[in-house]
């Protein structure tokens, strides 16, 4: 069974600072783990994608995430924080068949300190 | 590439009424579609996969009689709210997948605000 856990309902960071969003997995098989960005009251867009090549995936927005196996990790992170950044964040989990659903996080929610 | 629209993008409708939500995939052919409801705060809920040219394959304690879904060509998939109620009001939201080129990632429209009063 799948599943995955954000470990942080809510992260306030300063602007230009680093931005770190946690998120672990469980899967029973090789899993492929996705990130997605919410801004209020849109659809969701697709940051980045794990997908069993590089472990370090780098995204859109200045955005990469490292795939930890030995720790079903795949946290978020981008170095320096922007305002526009300020949204939720769904880390997602798939097992890799035509047929899977996926499984979302509870979410994340990024705040931007001026 | 990978674009999924919705339309309504917002709709307010009285009580009783039926509503239905439109979810298109722009650029490539969506074999299967899905249907989520997000609630204030809230991760998303998967309602329903909407295969194309079959019946949609609901989740458990999701009406089915509710939430008609139908898949009629490999571009578009629609949601009817029947008889809506207050309590129906919700953010939905649908998928796609293009499985021409992606198996596995899932590609979002912008969501429908509805508002049942």
């Known amino acids: 069974a799948q599943s995955v856990t954000q470990l942080d309902s809510h992260v306030s960071v300063s602007e230009g600072t680093p931005v770190l969003l946690r998120c672990n997995y469980s899967?029973?098989?090789?899993?492929?783990l996705f990130w997605y960005v919410q801004h209020p009251n849109k659809g969701l867009q697709l940051l980045l994608k794990?997908?069993?090549?590089?472990?370090l995936v780098k995204g859109i927005n200045g955005f990469e995430a490292e795939f930890k196996k030995s720790e079903t990790s795949f946290h978020l992170t981008k170095p320096s924080a922007h305002m526009s950044d300020a949204a939720e964040y769904f880390c997602v989990v798939s097992e890799k068949s035509s047929a899977s659903k996926i499984i979302f996080g509870s979410g994340t929610r990024l705040s931007i300190r001026p | 590439g990978a674009v999924v629209s919705q339309h309504p993008s917002r709709v307010i409708c009285k009580s009783g009424t039926s509503v239905k939500i439109e979810c298109r995939s722009l650029d490539f052919q969506a074999t299967t579609m899905f249907w989520y409801r997000q609630f204030p705060k809230k991760s998303l809920m998967l309602m329903a996969t909407?295969?194309?040219?079959?019946?949609?394959?609901?989740e458990q304690g999701v009406e089915k009689d509710k939430f008609l879904i139908n898949h009629a060509s490999l571009t578009l998939s629609t949601l009817t709210v029947t008889s809506a109620h207050p309590e129906d009001s919700s953010f939905y939201i649908c998928?796609?997948?293009?499985?021409?080129?992606?198996?596995?990632?899932?590609?979002f429209g912008p969501g429908t605000r509805l508002l049942v009063l």
């Open positions: 899967s029973s098989y090789s899993p492929s």
């Open positions: 909407s295969n194309e040219g079959s019946k949609a394959t609901y």
């Open positions: 794990y997908t069993s090549a590089a472990t």
């Open positions: 998928s796609a997948r293009d499985v021409g080129t992606d198996q596995e990632t899932q590609y």
